[in-house]
């Protein structure tokens, strides 16, 4: 199995491959939380997405929370100095969404724990300070971030730190944090940010790392194909699609043939600036795309905020047959840095192994970093998900660095460097 294999090599080429991490993040910036979606099918193991405005820390287990802290202390710290004391903690305005506001609450936390005070704000005008209550019960109190608030004339931050993820770009809100170190930027916001960006260099750095690691790329890549110019209501955009949909399945099913993997191929068509699950559809035949009924249809049509899908990706789909409680799961890895410093597993009982888990009935279940072990001894499973979600990190810093993405106050250090 495919788990197997890279436990060894990772192991036996750890001191080459920590060396090779380390050269690749020495003038990187890289954001200070991040998540991983990853998919274990047995015969391949890979990153199949990645959010740079994580929302679910709420989900780590209690276990992680508790190391969480120091991590983050070290994360600011290393990349901003000692004195950054006040904190601005920039959300979405998902005011009805109680789950997201403890997901808030939890950020919040892990902050305060380092001694360091943090105010709760979102980019808009408010009369007066919301007082919301997350899904668990706690209290959160939300301010304006917006420069003439009252906040901000008696509060001011250090560092901006965004839960955000900037599917609309707050063009006016902007210039007036000019002032304040962002991290994440919002540059990285899903306004500009793009799937097939990301997918190009982790796919490019799975083979690096497999080189380094001497195993065959394909045990960490995911096949990924950019499509412009996707109108979902034009039927020569939709023919289009179905015909590179069924040239993929066609070398994805050579590929298969040749490593004597007996799984018939699929693919899923995804927004190429889409988040939170929206507009992703499991396809089987490039038939399927232009059956689609009216309800898929719809579906494909609009993406967070009511934004047009004006480009999609084709990607390789991977069954998983990671379990939990008898329903299909997939691990989600949080890192703080680039360092691992939680999970969950997502699950959906009415899923299949084939589907999409990122979406409504989702249940989340344990998983801890500290619970990332097999029984071969000196075989930490960590060197199988926690290495997908590095090489994941480090696929946003060189996407952050085409974008040109400005880290403001930041200051570079290589991971694995204090």
Request: a negative charge; glycine letters at 6%.
């Amino acid at each position: 199995m495919a788990k197997l294999i890279l436990h060894k090599q990772t192991l036996a080429n750890m001191n080459e491959i920590c060396a090779w991490f380390a050269s690749k993040t020495a003038n990187m910036s890289y954001p200070i939380y991040s998540s991983y979606d990853i998919r274990d099918s047995g015969y391949k193991i890979s990153n199949v997405d990645a959010n740079i405005f994580p929302a679910g820390f709420n989900n780590i287990c209690p276990t992680d929370k508790e190391s969480a802290p120091a991590l983050v202390d070290k994360y600011i710290t290393k990349h901003y100095g000692a004195n950054i004391k006040n904190i601005m903690l920039v959300t979405e305005e998902h005011t009805n969404n109680a789950f997201y506001w403890e997901n808030v609450h939890t950020i919040r936390k892990l902050i305060e724990a380092t001694g360091r005070v943090v105010k709760v704000a979102i980019p808009r005008e408010l009369p007066e300070p919301l007082n919301l209550t997350s899904s668990a019960g706690n209290e959160v109190v939300v301010h304006s971030a917006l420069k003439g608030g009252e906040l901000l004339k008696s509060f001011t931050p250090d560092l901006i730190i965004s839960n955000n993820d900037f599917s609309e770009a707050y063009e006016e809100w902007a210039p007036t944090m000019i002032d304040f170190p962002m991290n994440p930027p919002r540059e990285l916001g899903w306004y500009q940010r793009k799937k097939s960006t990301y997918f190009k260099y982790y796919n490019q750095l799975a083979s690096e790392f497999a080189e380094v690691a001497q195993i065959d790329p394909f045990l960490l890549r995911v096949e990924t194909e950019l499509f412009e110019h996707f109108d979902i209501g034009d039927e020569n955009s939709r023919n289009a699609l179905a015909e590179k949909v069924d040239q993929m399945l066609a070398r994805l099913r050579e590929e298969y043939k040749k490593r004597g993997i007996s799984q018939e191929p699929f693919v899923f068509v995804k927004n190429n600036a889409g988040t939170y699950g929206l507009a992703v559809i499991r396809v089987g035949s490039g038939e399927e795309v232009k059956a689609w009924s009216y309800k898929s249809r719809k579906k494909m049509k609009a993406a967070k905020g009511g934004r047009d899908v004006e480009e999609v990706i084709i990607q390789e789909g991977i069954p998983s047959i990671v379990e939990a409680d008898g329903a299909s799961a997939e691990p989600v890895i949080y890192m703080v840095g680039c360092e691992l410093v939680g999970g969950f597993l997502r699950t959906h009982a009415e899923k299949s192994s084939t589907e999409s888990l990122n979406s409504p009935g989702a249940v989340y279940k344990r998983l801890c970093v500290s619970d990332l072990a097999i029984n071969t001894p000196g075989c930490p499973q960590e060197n199988v998900y926690g290495w997908t979600a590095k090489l994941g990190l480090l696929a946003i810093a060189m996407e952050a660095q085409e974008m040109g993405a400005v880290f403001k106050g930041y200051t570079p250090v290589g991971c694995g460097k204090q």
